[in-house]
């Protein structure tokens, strides 16, 4: 879901300035906190990429979210010039995703034990051999489905251990006052890569081959493993207990936060309802009414530029109620669901998948940054398991079910409803005293202990 379909952490208003506020002696060792001088020539609200570590990160994490973008675009042709139909592409798609919900909370547990880089870095090895290996596929033949649909669930395996581990290297790459910063970074970056990647395995594909660009993605994984090796961060967590009294401690702290488990139970059912509805169907009336592929592709992208203008917008903005704002941004969601059902012009529907984009931007951004301050950095890896495992689940099966009811029932009821849902339990969430309490935490005076690096 790499936040989509969606994952998927506030007393005072706005923080000091890194250079008024003293650093963390891991901020200094990282040398994020070389001056004021560095950070005014990076742009002042960039800060975060006066930090070593965060600027290292982000040139090998999109690279490598490039890289996975174009080759979800040349893995369809893939399969399609090997054969395949349909069916076949749902077997592979499906091969993808159900291992990262089986996988994650593992995932998440083994990254606090033994450390988020070390997680991340044998990961992306691994589907950096696993990409390799199918580009040989191709280069040498058609090769069978079933090789595509094992590869494909490696992939998504690899994918369900990484992300639990980026929730908690995120906290350790970027000055604890500079995280939403780095956070809505990260946002655009994700964003960006949806409009680009497409766009550059379309040029690739037509240029050259599936193949090619099935090489390149095994590439930048090369780079993220690069970029990752050369980071400085937190080790892991050293305990002598056992993987499941990890996993029941995470389960209490993820229980323990009733903000967290309920906009995790927000999004589970999002997805199941509206977020998948849209996915899936948005598509068939772009082609019914809109003038089809192109249309859809100008909404997607306005989907992206929308959280990319949005995430540049907010980086140094400290909201007091830090999470009433992040679900305030949900509200965006409802949006193109129900100019799709209305059957309106496509100019109307991109400027609400334009919404949509800015509310995503604001929610994942302050969402993220409330758990890094109301989760002990230990247990970040597993609370952002749960958290993603439980927004996955019914995502996942939204895709057969709705599929099924769209026979049923028109895509645009559907879509209504969709729109219709969205907004209420937006207001619900948002009308819930354990969300709107939910306030901005300055960080402490002297954070030296996250100074201890590999």
């Known amino acids: 879901m790499r936040t989509r379909i969606h994952a998927v952490n506030k007393n005072r208003s706005k923080l000091n300035s890194p250079a008024a506020s003293g650093e ?76 990262q919900v089986l996988v994650m909370l593992g995932g998440g547990v083994l990254a606090d034990r033994v450390g988020r880089r070390l997680v991340m870095l044998v990961t992306d090895s691994l589907r950096l051999l696993v990409q390799a290996t199918l580009a040989a596929a191709l280069f040498a033949g058609r090769p069978p489905i079933w090789l595509f649909v094992v590869l494909a669930a490696l992939l998504g395996a690899g994918e369900g251990v990484f992300n639990p581990a980026l929730g908690g290297l995120r906290a350790d790459i970027a000055p604890r006052d500079q995280l939403p910063d780095a956070n809505a970074l990260l946002s655009v970056v994700q964003s ?10 379309g040029i690739l594909i037509a240029l050259t081959s599936p193949a090619v660009v099935i090489t390149v993605d095994a590439a930048t994984f090369g780079v993220s493993v690069v970029s990752l090796a050369l980071l400085k961060v937190p080790a892991g967590t050293s305990t002598r207990q056992s993987p499941w009294r990890d996993l029941a401690d995470g389960w209490q702290q993820f229980r323990a936060q009733t903000w967290l488990w309920l906009t995790t139970v927000q999004f589970a059912l999002f997805n199941l309802f509206t ?33 990319v203008l949005t995430g540049l917008a907010i980086i140094g903005r400290r909201p007091r109620q830090i999470l009433a704002v992040a679900v305030l941004g949900t509200f965006g969601f409802a949006v193109p669901c129900l100019l799709l059902a209305l059957r309106a012009p496509g100019y109307g529907v991109a400027a609400g998948a334009l919404t949509a984009g800015a509310g995503s931007a604001i929610f994942d951004t302050y969402w993220t940054t409330a ?78 202990s996250s100074a201890a690096a590999r």
């Open 192 to 201: 960006a890569s949806m409009v680009a990647g497409p766009a550059l395995a």
């Open 24 to 99: 963390p002696a891991a901020a200094r060792a990282d040398g994020v906190t070389s001056s004021r001088a560095r950070s005014s020539r990076l742009g002042g609200r960039l800060g975060p990429f006066a930090g070593r570590n965060f600027r290292v990160f982000y040139a090998g994490y999109a690279t490598s979210l490039l890289g996975s973008a174009m080759s979800a675009i040349a893995l369809t042709f893939a399969v399609l010039d090997s054969g395949g139909g349909a069916a076949d592409l749902g077997f592979v798609f499906a091969a993808n995703v159900v291992p």
């Open 275 to 307: 977020w998948a509805p849209y996915l899936l169907l948005g598509p068939i009336l772009a082609r019914q009414y809109l003038g089809g592929a192109s249309a859809w592709g100008v909404i997607s992208a306005a989907y992206a530029l929308g959280s």
């Open 371 to 448: 758990m890094q301050q109301r989760v002990p950095a230990s247990m970040l890896g597993r609370a952002t398991a749960f958290s993603l495992t439980g927004a996955y689940a019914l995502g996942s099966m939204g895709y057969a079910v709705i599929g099924a009811i769209a026979t049923v029932v028109s895509p645009v009821r559907i879509l209504a409803f969709a729109a219709g849902y969205a907004t209420l339990s937006s207001a619900v969430v948002l009308a819930t005293p354990a969300i709107r309490s939910v306030r901005w935490q300055d960080p402490p005076a002297d954070p030296a």
